[in-house]
């Protein structure tokens, strides 16, 4: 294999250099959508985790609150609320958007949140 890239770099180096060009330029988007992927669940992940609440309640089989449709009838709030200790139950509706203006933009990185 080695060889082989000395004699396609010896004879026909544009092509050798355009081919390796081409492999990285490859490598290089598949790392920038991953790294999208990796920011985007990182930003997923911070906001349950930034909400003030010890417990969010949702659909039975549902485990990813912006991921998947958890319904809850309205009568669930009262049950909640009948919690002891329980000081109040909010309903939870939520939009993936990123909102910006100007300079901002959210959501934000989560180090920013405090």
Do not use: W
């Amino acid at each position: 294999m080695l060889r082989n890239l000395c004699r396609n770099l010896l004879h026909e180096p544009g092509r050798t250099a355009l081919s390796t060009l081409a492999v990285a330029a490859a490598i290089t988007l598949v790392l920038v959508f991953e790294g999208f992927r990796v920011g985007l669940y990182h930003q997923v992940r911070a906001f349950p985790e930034g909400m003030p609440a010890d417990l969010i309640a949702t659909q039975a089989g549902v485990s990813n609150i912006l991921g998947a449709r958890s319904v809850l009838p309205q009568s669930a709030r009262a049950d909640v609320q009948a919690v002891p200790g329980v000081k109040a139950a909010h309903p939870l509706g939520g939009t993936p958007i990123i909102y910006t203006k100007g300079t901002r933009s959210a959501p934000k990185e989560p180090e920013r949140y405090a």
